[in-house]
């Protein structure tokens, strides 16, 4: 079967084959670009099907929850007497009221007026009335 083309008719079926075969990759490389395109891919997905995602994402949540939950380590409470238990109370309500009183001390001292104990903050020197040299 080696039958012979003239050479005009054997370049146009090669351009017939070459054009057919950049036809060809040309649909295969838009499938690879396609495939290879995950966020347009999850993004028509999410679009197609928005309830399955969500039960999806639920399971997921839910099966990460049970399998990576810990374990709460036992803790044994000592017995505290009454006392200890008081005294626990009031270093715990006296650490926000010192924060508040310390706090408000230095407003007062920053802001210049005057205290309780007659003590002043310091403020400003106003230089037109400096006091003037002993001769």
């Given at each position: 079967m080696?039958?012979?083309l003239?050479?005009?008719?054997?370049?146009?079926r090669l351009i017939r084959l070459g054009e057919s075969a950049r036809a060809c990759l040309e649909d295969e490389a838009i499938a690879l670009k396609h495939r290879l395109d995950v966020p347009a891919r999850v993004r028509n997905?999410?679009?197609s099907h928005p309830t399955g995602w969500l039960f999806g994402s639920l399971a997921s949540g839910l099966a990460a929850s049970l399998f990576l939950r810990r374990k709460p380590a036992r803790?044994?409470?000592a017995?505290?007497?009454?006392p200890i238990r008081?005294?626990?109370?009031?270093?715990?309500?006296a650490g926000p009221l010192a924060k508040?009183?310390?706090s408000?001390?230095?407003?007062?001292?920053?802001?210049g007026h005057p205290r309780g104990n007659g003590a002043f903050a310091p403020q400003a020197v106003d230089p037109s009335h400096s006091p003037t040299p002993l001769q």
């Open positions: 080696d039958r012979k003239s050479k005009s008719q054997e370049v146009e997905s999410l679009k803790v044994e409470k017995n505290q007497s009454l008081i005294i626990g109370l009031i270093l715990t309500v508040v009183w310390l408000g001390q230095a407003k007062h001292y920053l802001s």
